[in-house]
């Protein structure tokens, strides 16, 4: 009994933290970039979801796979 309480304290715990925390924001789009972007000085996404096309690797977590976005030194983004 009382691992049922310590359970039931926990998910009230968690459920009270997640609620203090801003919802994760919605993608207004989808672009598959099938290079490379080089982002020289400054890249705005406005919250599109990038994937990567299949000329950039297949899409796993092997080594091997070349990156959506390349940030020169020094550049940020946002997206």
Do not use: H
């Amino acid at each position: 009994m009382p691992c049922l309480v310590q359970l039931v304290v926990l998910v009230v715990c968690i459920n009270g933290i997640a609620g203090q925390f801003p919802s994760w924001p919605t993608a207004t789009g989808t672009k598959k970039a099938d290079t490379t972007i080089s982002v020289a000085s400054y890249l705005d996404g406005g919250f599109v979801r990038y994937t990567a096309g299949s000329a950039l690797g297949d899409g796993g977590v092997a080594e091997g796979q070349l990156p959506i976005f390349e940030l020169k030194a020094g550049q940020v983004s946002r997206m």
